[in-house]
């Protein structure tokens, strides 16, 4: 069982910058990603770390926005955003625990969920 927990979400002027933070009780996971769901939207996936093996992935639409870290010792990742648009407005959600036969970005495959925190972006 890992239990996640988010922080660091706000609300924020267009161009400023957050950073996320994903507390989880253990990163003994496979792989930890960040998600993202806005009103009647499907969860989209924005990057996922491999815990100790320095790989990250992420989605073409936050490539160059976005940066996906982690600290072991503290069982923490981090989702750095910049450069926020209206349009990245939404609950962002960490996961864990990829199940097998499932691509990184596909929110069904994920055994374990955050309660997500709220990004808002005004102009």
């Known amino acids: 069982q890992v239990q996640l927990v988010e922080s660091g979400g706000g609300s924020v002027q267009a161009v400023e910058s957050l950073r996320l933070s994903c507390t989880a009780s253990?990163?003994?996971?496979?792989?930890v990603a960040w998600f993202r769901q806005s009103p009647g939207k499907e969860r989209q996936g924005l990057a996922v770390?491999?815990?100790?093996?320095?790989?990250?992935y992420y989605a073409d639409s936050v490539k160059g926005r976005f940066t996906i870290s982690e600290d072991n010792a503290k069982s923490t990742v981090w989702l750095q955003l910049n450069d926020l648009t209206p349009e990245d407005s939404a609950m962002y959600y960490c996961a864990a625990d990829l199940r097998g036969g499932g691509s990184w970005y596909r929110w069904p495959y994920y055994r374990y969920w955050g309660p997500g925190t709220q990004v808002t972006v005004s102009l």
């Open positions: 253990s990163l003994t996971t496979n792989c």
């Open positions: 770390i491999y815990p100790g093996a320095g790989v990250a």
